[in-house]
């Protein structure tokens, strides 16, 4: 059976206690035992987009970083290019805002580094054998690497219904291919009746598929690939996908990027559940947090990870995330997928660390 690892977070706490405690974790739950001298350790995280509050932090990375270096490893920050325009859809708009929230080698301890290139096609591909690829296509700094130090973050998200380990992996690790792979053939509509015509969907698109028609926005299903982009942007609800075929479709698919990502790589996990949001860290305004903090999870077991905490979310606060977000979208399909690809099982040993 799997082991998860726990410390609780509270509100208010002094300055230095939440890293301290993240140092603790790391070393409870035995995340540094696998990294050997030498070692090239990709610390995978999420830097937030522009204006964005409630990501992790980077002075909370700063102790797995250190920890990491005291066993003769070599440490680096590091995710992918989106597929959307924003702030980190290429490497040196990403490595900036890098540096304005904090991932740099002063604050965050290591360096940060585009892992899959310039424009995101940096990539290898990894023979997985999965049901629906044989092979995936992920970032190709992981070709160097060694060993994988996940820090994820708890959220809501309307494609997948919720983020965490799996998403942080599947979805963060994958070039630019590899996201359009997962994102493809589940184009959105717009509901004309709630379209108000504003046009931020238009500006968001990554490929230029929406055009406006008048006061209503028109969606190119032969450009559109899928990326949920305007999903998130809409603020009147006009836009929605086919949640029955298009989540799960997108989830499993997600799960075997994120197993190629971590095949034959030494890897540990680390999640929080602090500042969950319903939107997730690609928003610049993901909205406040649904519920006080809960704590910080430690695992070597990514599938156990997650499902630690979602379990955590329901006992502390009363229901499952999936309520607090989005309950059209079941989640339990990726955490099924991944336990069936072998990443992991939902079956766990929870103990707290004090």
Known sequence: MAVVHFVRVTPGEPPGSVEDKVGRLFDAAGLGEPIEAGDLVAVKVHIGEKGNKTHVPARYVRPVVERVRERGGKPFLTDTNTLYRGMRSDAVDHMTLAEEHGFSLREAGAPFVVADGLLGHDEM????????????????????????????????????????????????????????????????????????????????????????????????????????????????????????????????RMVEHAFGAVKGRKAGYVLFLTSVTKGCDCFNDPGEPLFPDVGILASRDPVALDQAGLDLVEQETGKPLSEWAYPQIDPNIQLEHAEKMGMGSREYELREVK
């Not at 992920?138 to 070709?143: D, E, M, R, S």
């Not at 919720?162 to 291919?177: I, P, V, Y």
């Open 125 to 252: 591909e990894v023979e997985i054998g999965g049901e629906f690829y044989e092979r995936v296509a992920v970032a190709g700094v992981l070709a160097d690497v060694q060993a994988i130090i996940a820090i994820s973050h708890l959220t809501g998200h309307p494609l997948t219904g919720f983020g965490g380990t799996l998403k942080n992996l599947g979805m963060g690790f994958s070039s630019r291919k590899g996201k359009l792979a997962q994102h493809s053939k589940m184009p959105p509509r717009v509901d004309r009746e709630k379209c108000r015509g504003c046009g931020t969907c238009a500006r968001w698109c990554p490929v230029g598929a929406i055009e406006m028609k008048g006061k209503v926005a028109h969606i190119d299903e032969g450009e559109c690939i899928s990326c949920g982009e305007c999903l998130a942007v809409c603020r009147f609800g006009a836009v929605a996908f086919n949640w029955d075929q298009g989540s799960e479709v997108l989830q499993r």
